[in-house]
C-alpha cells in the first residue's frame, strides 16, 4: 500500500496522464541574418560573343575552348520579417508530440556591389562595366516540421516553460536580381579596338531578375514560456532558431537579356546561371495560442 502511494505522489496529474490532442496558432517576429548570394554562369568572354562579335574579330585562342565557370557574390544586411504558423498536436504528461506548418518572410532589398571572383568576369569589368549590383529582394520560406516539446510545469502553477527540437523540410524562395551595365560612352570601352563594335556594346545590359526556389532539409530548437488561461487554452511566447542543413542552391536558369541580347552568345547554347547560400537560418520570436480538443 505504501508503494502505491508514494507513486500517486510523485506522478503527474490524473488529466496529464492522458493524451490529449491540441490544435495552435502562431504569429511573430522573424530575425534573418546578412544574406550571401554566391552566383555562376557558364558565359564567354565578350569577345566571343558571335552576336555581338559575328566575324570573331580581335579573337585568339580564347574561344577555341568553353571557359570555366564564372563567379559573382552579393551580400545583403540582415533584415526583419513575419512568421506564422499552425500546429497539431498531441500531450502526454509532460511530453508533446506536434506537426507544425510555418510560414517565413523577410524583405531584403539591399542590392550591393557585385564582387567578381574570377579571371574572365574581372577582365569584362575592367574593360567596360559601368554598373554590377544585384541580390535578393523577398525571400520566403514554407516549411513542415515534426516537434518533440518537454513542459516544465510548478505545482499550481498557471505558468509553463518548454523546451523542443524539431526536424522537418522547407521550400526557401529567393527573389533574385542581378545587373551589368556596360558603359554609355564607347570611348571609354577598351574590350575592343574597333570603334564599330565598341559602339555596338555600349549601354548594352546583362540582367537576371527570378524568383529562384530550393528544398532543404532544416532543423530547429525552441524554448518559452506558456500561460493557461482556461483548462484546454494557452497562449505564450516563444524563441526559435532554425536552420537549413545543407545549402540552397537553385536551378540553371537563363538571363533575362545577355547584352541586351536574348541569353545565348551565338555558339549553339544558352547562357544559364546558378546561385547558392547558406544564410537560410533565423531566429523567432513568436506569440502562440493553443486549445486543448
Not at 16 to 45: F, K
Not at 113 to 139: F, H, N, S, W, Y
Request: aromatic share 8%; glycine share 10%.
Amino acid at each position: 500500500m505504501t508503494r502505491w502511494i508514494w507513486l500517486a505522489a510523485l506522478a503527474p496529474g490524473a488529466g496529464d496522464l492522458t493524451a490529449q490532442p491540441y490544435v495552435g496558432s502562431q504569429l511573430g517576429l522573424a530575425l534573418t541574418p546578412a544574406l550571401r548570394l554566391v552566383a555562376t554562369d557558364n558565359d564567354w568572354g565578350t569577345r566571343c560573343d558571335l552576336l555581338i562579335n559575328p566575324e570573331g574579330l580581335e579573337t585568339g585562342t580564347e574561344c577555341d575552348m568553353p571557359p570555366p565557370p564564372t563567379e559573382w557574390t552579393n551580400e545583403s544586411g540582415h533584415a526583419t520579417g513575419i512568421t506564422a504558423g499552425l500546429t497539431a498536436g498531441y500531450r502526454f504528461g509532460r511530453y508533446r508530440v506536434e506537426v507544425e506548418y510555418r510560414y517565413r518572410a523577410a524583405p531584403y532589398h539591399d542590392y550591393a556591389p557585385t564582387r567578381i571572383g574570377d579571371a574572365v568576369t574581372a577582365q569584362k569589368a575592367d574593360q567596360e562595366l559601368e554598373t554590377a549590383v544585384g541580390g535578393a529582394g523577398d525571400v520566403t520560406l514554407h516549411g513542415v516540421f515534426t516537434n518533440l516539446a518537454v513542459d516544465f510545469r510548478p505545482a499550481n502553477r498557471r505558468l509553463t516553460s518548454h523546451v523542443g527540437v524539431g526536424a522537418g523540410v522547407q521550400r526557401v524562395a529567393i527573389d533574385y536580381f542581378s545587373l551589368w551595365k556596360r558603359n554609355h560612352d564607347p570611348n571609354r570601352i577598351t574590350t575592343f579596338e574597333d570603334a564599330g563594335l565598341r559602339a555596338k556594346l555600349a549601354g548594352t545590359t546583362t540582367l537576371g531578375s527570378a524568383v529562384l526556389d530550393d528544398t532543404m532539409f532544416s532543423v530547429q530548437i525552441l524554448g518559452g514560456v506558456d500561460y493557461r488561461v482556461a483548462d484546454r487554452l494557452t497562449i505564450g511566447n516563444t524563441i526559435r532558431y532554425a536552420t537549413g542543413l545543407g545549402a540552397f542552391r537553385s536551378a540553371a536558369r537563363e538571363w533575362d537579356q545577355l547584352r541586351s541580347h536574348d541569353s545565348t552568345v551565338g555558339r549553339g547554347s544558352r547562357i544559364l546561371y546558378t546561385v547558392e547560400t547558406r544564410d537560410t537560418s533565423a531566429f523567432t520570436m513568436i506569440l502562440s495560442l493553443r486549445c486543448g480538443l
